[in-house]
């Protein structure tokens, strides 16, 4: 009988190449799935990268930053653009006393507040960094902050004049002291930088306002307007102190953008948001002196570590080498303080007005230590820091000019005056509160007596501003005490 059909061996080689034949097949398959997955993502990642994106920090609208990416400004309309695909949607920005926020808007139904545009609506509602609002005065450039939401392809670099650095725009640079300067500009700015991970040194500050802008609608003389043009263009705590970057405003950037003959500025990378005060985020409630009396409340969520951060990145820009504080002898500087607030001179000034006597004191009862008076708001800040570092024992009345003491050498000691108040349970809120996370120096709170508290009146207003005296027993226990817990930490 005749054998047919296919031998065993030649059908295990059919199978074997065709087995081989398939492996091609899905290899070259794969190949391309991979190499059009590959094309699809890069035509993706360049439809998309002009659009508009950002992430936030912070919990609520009144202190949340926000740093953008491809956020638009148009010169003609002064608003702000934010441009999204066609078919993007939106992710909750936060969650506003527990409900989700999905964008900036202000509510549909205007409420009557005092501030930045509470009665318009618009897609950002963010602060603009420096004060917070609350003053009456014209400040036109708070129109820009909203912004509209579009669908769509984006205007590109074509029509717009580019701002390629990672920039945050400020509200206004406030000369009138230099403990306000540090608190609602340099401090918020350097922490806000330090969240989103930036490099404050190579950050381009740009204000809304020039100094001329912001300063033209109040009282304020020609002196303080020259201050403030020093302060951004000279070797001030801005600039260079604080950006390598020389310091812009809005206004130039527009005129500049006409200049090109272009319709809108394109920042690349941008930080909006954050109010004056805004690092401290949810300290700023408007009943705060009873929020920070009450130690239950205290809502503090510590900065300590940041506040050594802008000590040593002070330090390292003025080439100022840090000592430990030393208390064989102790160097003891008492703030003399100067000016009363915006010039009234019904109010106190807020200063020690027996500061002589305690300079004699301090001198007369702790041997070998070394003690001045110094008044530093006329001395340079190169200067104002040399001392501080050098300083072991920092007295000073309470307020934006006992900020200077963040720039102490590690171990040194604050001995802050408290607040004159009638109701002395709130006296030490501002010692307590804002500065109880920092580690490496000490505070010291020296707690006034009516007594010791010049203004007689129970106006609140008048009262917080009232000069003080010090009793000798009082101050020199303090001191002591200091250099005794110094030697017991042996820093």
């Given at each position: 009988m005749?054998?047919t059909?296919?031998p065993?061996?030649?059908l295990?080689?059919?199978i074997?190449?065709?087995l081989?034949?398939l492996?091609n097949i899905?290899n070259?398959l794969?190949?391309?799935?991979r190499?059009e997955?590959?094309f699809a993502?890069q035509?993706g990642?360049?439809?998309?990268?002009?659009?508009?994106?950002?992430?936030?920090?912070?919990?609520r609208?009144?202190?949340?930053?926000?740093?953008f990416?491809?956020?638009?400004f148009?010169?003609?309309?002064?608003?702000?653009e934010?441009?999204v695909?066609p078919?993007?949607f939106?992710v909750?920005?936060?969650?506003?006393?527990?409900?989700?926020q999905?964008s900036?808007?202000i509510p549909s139904?205007?409420?009557?507040r005092?501030?930045?545009?509470f009665n318009?609506?618009g897609?950002?509602?963010?602060?603009?960094?420096?004060r917070r609002?609350?003053?009456?005065?014209?400040?036109?450039?708070?129109?820009?902050?909203?912004?509209?939401l579009l669908?769509?392809?984006?205007?590109?670099?074509?029509s717009?004049?580019?701002?390629?650095?990672?920039?945050i725009?400020?509200e206004s640079?406030?000369?009138?002291s230099?403990?306000?300067?540090?608190?609602?500009?340099?401090?918020p700015?350097?922490?806000i930088?330090r969240?989103f991970g930036l490099?404050?040194?190579?950050m381009?500050?740009?204000?809304?306002?020039?100094?001329e802008?912001?300063l033209?609608s109040?009282?304020?003389?020609?002196?303080a307007?020259?201050?403030?043009?020093?302060?951004?263009?000279?070797?001030?705590l801005?600039s260079?102190?604080l950006?390598?970057?020389?310091?812009n405003?809005l206004s130039k950037l527009?005129?500049?953008?006409?200049?090109?003959k272009?319709?809108k500025?394109?920042f690349?990378?941008?930080?909006?948001?954050?109010?004056?005060?805004?690092?401290w985020l949810?300290?700023?409630?408007?009943?705060?002196?009873?929020?920070y009396a009450?130690?239950g409340?205290?809502d503090s969520r510590g900065?300590g570590?940041f506040?050594?951060?802008?000590q040593?990145?002070?330090?390292k820009?003025?080439?100022?080498?840090?000592?430990?504080?030393?208390?064989?002898?102790?160097?003891v500087?008492?703030?003399d303080?100067?000016?009363s607030?915006?010039g009234n001179?019904?109010?106190g000034?807020?200063k020690i007005a027996?500061i002589?006597?305690?300079v004699?004191?301090?001198?007369?009862?702790?041997?070998?230590?070394h003690?001045s008076k110094?008044?530093?708001?006329?001395?340079s800040?190169s200067?104002q820091?040399?001392?501080?570092s050098?300083?072991?024992?920092?007295?000073?009345p309470?307020g934006s000019v006992s900020?200077?003491?963040?720039?102490?050498?590690?171990g040194?000691?604050a001995i802050?005056?408290?607040?004159?108040?009638s109701?002395?349970s709130?006296s030490?809120w501002?010692?307590?509160?804002w500065?109880r996370y920092q580690?490496?120096?000490?505070?010291?709170?020296y707690q006034?007596?009516k007594?010791?508290?010049?203004t007689?009146t129970?106006?609140p207003?008048?009262l917080?501003d009232?000069?003080?005296?010090?009793?000798?027993?009082?101050?020199?226990?303090?001191?002591r005490?200091?250099?005794?817990l110094?030697m017991?930490e042996?820093v």
């Amino acid at each position: 009988m005749k054998k047919t059909g296919v031998p065993l061996v030649n059908l295990f080689g059919i199978i074997f190449v065709g087995l081989v034949f398939l492996q091609n097949i899905q290899n070259f398959l794969m190949r391309e799935h991979r190499y059009e997955s590959k094309f699809a993502s890069q035509l993706g990642f360049l439809r998309l990268k002009n659009f508009s994106s950002h992430k936030c920090f912070g919990s609520r609208k009144e202190t949340r930053s926000c740093i953008f990416k491809n956020l638009y400004f148009d010169i003609t309309t002064k608003k702000f653009e934010y441009y999204v695909a066609p078919d993007a949607f939106e992710v909750p920005v936060s969650f506003d006393h527990g409900i989700s926020q999905y964008s900036f808007s202000i509510p549909s139904k205007p409420v009557k507040r005092r501030g930045k545009g509470f009665n318009r609506e618009g897609f950002l509602f963010l602060h603009a960094g420096g004060r917070r609002g609350k003053s009456q005065r014209n400040r036109f450039w708070y129109d820009p902050w909203q912004a509209t939401l579009l669908h769509g392809p984006s205007p590109g670099e074509n029509s717009s004049l580019v701002i390629p650095d990672t920039a945050i725009l400020w509200e206004s640079v406030s000369p009138n002291s230099f403990g306000h300067l540090l608190v609602d500009n340099i401090i918020p700015i350097f922490i806000i930088s330090r969240f989103f991970g930036l490099a404050v040194e190579e950050m381009q500050i740009i204000l809304m306002a020039s100094c001329e802008e912001h300063l033209s609608s109040t009282n304020s003389s020609k002196i303080a307007v020259a201050w403030c043009n020093k302060l951004i263009n000279s070797s001030g705590l801005v600039s260079p102190g604080l950006t390598n970057k020389s310091v812009n405003n809005l206004s130039k950037l527009i005129q500049e953008t006409q200049t090109n003959k272009k319709r809108k500025i394109l920042f690349r990378k941008v930080v909006l948001g954050g109010g004056g005060l805004g690092m401290w985020l949810h300290l700023q409630e408007s009943d705060y002196h009873e929020k920070y009396a009450d130690p239950g409340k205290r809502d503090s969520r510590g900065y300590g570590f940041f506040f050594r951060e802008i000590q040593q990145h002070f330090y390292k820009q003025y080439s100022i080498r840090e000592n430990l504080a030393s208390f064989a002898t102790p160097n003891v500087v008492v703030l003399d303080k100067h000016g009363s607030r915006g010039g009234n001179e019904k109010l106190g000034e807020r200063k020690i007005a027996n500061i002589d006597s305690v300079v004699q004191w301090i001198k007369t009862e702790i041997p070998g230590a070394h003690v001045s008076k110094i008044n530093f708001q006329p001395l340079s800040w190169s200067s104002q820091l040399d001392i501080l570092s050098k300083t072991t024992i920092f007295i000073t009345p309470r307020g934006s000019v006992s900020f200077r003491m963040l720039f102490l050498p590690k171990g040194a000691y604050a001995i802050v005056v408290s607040k004159p108040t009638s109701d002395l349970s709130e006296s030490n809120w501002e010692s307590d509160c804002w500065f109880r996370y920092q580690t490496y120096f000490g505070i010291l709170n020296y707690q006034l007596s009516k007594s010791e508290i010049a203004t007689k009146t129970e106006d609140p207003k008048i009262l917080e501003d009232s000069d003080i005296y010090l009793t000798r027993t009082k101050i020199i226990s303090l001191i002591r005490q200091a250099i005794t817990l110094q030697m017991q930490e042996g820093v």
